[in-house]
């Protein structure tokens, strides 16, 4: 998952995805992160899905594209997955520290 500095990993957003996150670029073109939803895309942060408790619903897709108000047409094409309980997003639990990307 794409977080921002200073987000806690203990608060993950709705999103993720299984692709190895090599740079910004590939979170803004490839992953469609636009930059009024999140202007800060510098760490990657994994984490791993509980396997007690009630299950975690998700749905898995593939990014489609979007139009930013800075950057222009960002075309998407990666896997994504929603975590679709927003309760849920808490009880992931993060892998180690976040990692930054360039």
Do not use: C
């Amino acid at each position: 998952m794409v977080i921002s500095r200073g987000q806690p990993v203990s608060r993950p957003g709705g999103f993720g995805t299984f692709e190895d996150v090599p740079d910004q670029a590939f979170v803004r073109n490839r992953l469609a992160i636009r930059t009024d939803w999140k202007p800060d895309v510098s760490l990657v942060q994994r984490y791993a899905v509980p396997t007690h408790g009630d299950p975690i619903r998700i749905q898995e897709s593939i990014i489609g594209p979007q139009d930013d108000p800075v950057l222009g047409h960002l075309p998407g094409g990666a896997t994504q997955l929603e975590i679709m309980n927003f309760a849920d997003r808490a009880r992931l639990i993060p892998i180690g520290d976040p990692v930054e990307i360039s």
